[in-house]
Nanobody
């Protein structure tokens, strides 16, 4: 079992930056570093969509819509994943969810990011 808690959301002006964090609690016997971690987001009236992912080797993958603006990273010692969001746009407004995947998928409760124009 993995418990995930996101933080860092809020209101930001277009062009601004924000850093999201996701802190994981992993059951004993399992190691955080083996999980592929990812960020997803869901805007009002839309389906949840992939944003970025980072695997156990540190390889990253981004949605085309955020490439060059967002950076995903992880600190395995702190069992924490980050999403640095720069050059934010109003269309980035969404609830951002943290995901941990191995044999099963685990989700956080989400954190709201609102980008004003």
């Amino acid at each position: 079992q993995v418990q995930l808690v996101e933080s860092g959301g809020g209101l930001v002006q277009a062009g601004g930056s924000r850093r999201l964090s996701c802190v994981a609690s992993v059951d004993s016997g399992m190691s955080f570093y083996i999980y592929t971690m990812a960020w997803y987001r869901q805007a009002p009236g839309k389906q949840r969509e992939f944003v970025a992912a980072i695997n156990s080797a540190g390889s990253t993958n981004y949605a085309d819509s955020v490439k060059g603006r967002f950076t995903i990273s992880r600190d395995n010692a702190k069992m924490t994943m980050y999403l640095q969001m720069n050059s934010l746009k109003p269309e980035d407004t969404a609830v951002y969810y943290c995901n941990a995947a191995l044999r099963d998928d685990y989700w956080g409760q989400g954190t709201q990011v609102t980008v004003s124009s």
